[in-house]
């Protein structure tokens, strides 16, 4: 049996602690445990920030980040009814012609449109993967369709089908949203840039919830 150590909550830790545990001479494997970038994405919006691994500050953190009171525009991504999506050209260029989008309607119908290419869906109360033809999409956009009082939520991308996570990470792909006035944007580069610290051979371990794992092997610059 494999014992872990190292397993960092990178919200706690500070270059110094690291410089106590870690080596100077040596790798070591590390498991950084932080916050899905999609909340970190919500709370960099929030004036007051709480402290997502603190006892006291943890479901205040989810609370803010994940849903909110209202349960709108706080979730990993919230989409309602003509909300649009922009994406980022430059990492669709594989063989598949499709990329996919894990949402869950909430047994919700809704349409995606994109000039004269559509098409219908409903994934009832339930997670789907839903292949769109990116050769099909005008401008590198897409756009949602549902009744005005609803939501459905995005939980993830893949650009191409042998894509492991759950968002495309370390390709730079990037994604615009936007409703009304409310903008978001979106750039999947490396998760957990420790730049102080020398690091290789990063792995995302799991980003499928509200937590994400990232495996590297680092030592002290």
């Known amino acids: 049996m494999e014992i872990i150590k190292n397993i960092f909550i990178d919200e706690l830790m500070t270059v110094n602690l690291y410089k106590k545990i870690l080596s100077k001479k040596n790798y070591n494997s590390v498991y950084i445990v932080?916050?899905?970038?999609?909340?970190?994405?919500?709370?960099?919006?929030?004036?007051?920030?709480p402290q997502c691994f603190s006892l006291t500050g943890f479901s205040k953190c989810i609370e803010r980040g994940w849903y909110g009171k209202n349960r709108t525009y706080m979730s990993d991504l919230l989409i309602k009814d003509k909300s649009t999506l922009f994406f980022s050209s430059v990492d669709f260029q594989n063989e598949d012609k499709y990329f996919f989008?894990?949402?869950?309607?909430?047994?919700?119908?809704?349409e995606i449109?994109?000039?004269?290419?559509?098409?219908?869906f409903?994934?009832?109360?339930?997670?789907?993967?839903?292949?769109?033809?990116?050769?099909?999409?005008?401008?590198?956009?897409?756009?949602f369709f549902l009744n005005d009082d609803t939501f459905i939520k995005l939980n993830g991308i893949?650009?191409?089908?042998?894509?492991?996570?759950?968002?495309?990470?370390?390709?730079?792909?990037?994604?615009?949203?936007?409703?009304?006035?409310?903008?978001?944007?979106?750039?999947?580069?490396?998760i957990n840039n420790l730049n102080f610290l020398d690091c290789k051979d990063a792995k995302i371990i799991d980003d499928k919830g509200s937590y994400s794992i990232t495996k590297?092997?680092?030592?002290?610059?």
Do not use: G
């Not at 989008?101 to 809704?110: A, F, M, Q, R, S």
């Not at 009832?124 to 956009?141: A, S």
């Not at 590297?216 to 610059?221: A, E, L, Q, S, T």
């Open 113 to 120: 449109k994109s000039d004269n290419y559509n098409i219908k």
């Open 216 to 221: 590297k092997n680092c030592k002290i610059k």
């Open 158 to 190: 893949k650009i191409n089908k042998n894509q492991k996570n759950y968002w495309p990470w370390q390709t730079n792909f990037e994604i615009i949203y936007e409703k009304d006035d409310y903008v978001r944007n979106f750039i999947f580069n490396e």
């Open 122 to 143: 409903n994934t009832k109360d339930k997670y789907e993967w839903i292949k769109i033809n990116y050769e099909k999409i005008k401008d590198h956009k897409i756009q």
């Open 34 to 49: 932080s916050v899905s970038p999609m909340i970190a994405n919500n709370l960099s919006y929030k004036k007051k920030r």
């Open 101 to 110: 989008l894990l949402l869950n309607t909430y047994n919700n119908n809704v």
